[in-house]
């Protein structure tokens, strides 16, 4: 089982940054796929970006390309979404969670572990 904790999200100004971070527990990180997804206020879940087991693949909503940048790092069993010129409509709350499949996920059905959440508030 992965236990997975998100961090570093907050209130952040238009055109602004943010890095959020998701640790996990347990000693098989490497043998997840991961993705962030977000969800916000009256709206269903959704994809942002996922990234494989390695590292060397990712992909990305068409709404944050350019944008987001997604990296894992194995040793630290962690992984990261770096964002940058950030919109109002970025506000949601982010998640992390954990695949148990082979390569890059986009459904939120395949993915086995959620954490509990970070808030990104973007202010125009």
């Known amino acids: 089982q992965v236990q997975l904790v998100e961090s570093g999200g907050a209130l952040v100004q238009a055109g602004g940054s943010l890095r959020l971070s998701c640790t996990a527990s347990?000693?098989?990180?490497?043998?997840?796929?991961m993705g962030w997804f977000r969800q916000a206020p009256g709206k269903e879940r959704e994809f942002v970006a996922t990234?494989?087991?390695?590292?060397?693949?990712?992909y990305y909503a068409d709404s944050v390309k350019g944008r987001f940048t997604i990296s894992r790092d194995n040793a630290k069993n962690a992984m990261y979404l770096q964002m940058n010129s950030l919109k109002p409509e970025d506000t949601a709350v982010y998640y992390c969670?954990?695949?148990?499949?082979?390569?890059?996920?986009?459904?939120?059905?395949?993915?086995?572990?959620w954490g509990q959440g970070t808030q990104v508030t973007v202010s125009s």
């Open positions: 347990g000693r098989t990180f490497s043998s997840y796929s």
């Open positions: 969670a954990a695949s148990a499949y082979f390569g890059p996920r986009y459904s939120s059905t395949d993915y086995n572990y």
């Open positions: 990234i494989n087991r390695s590292g060397l693949s990712t």
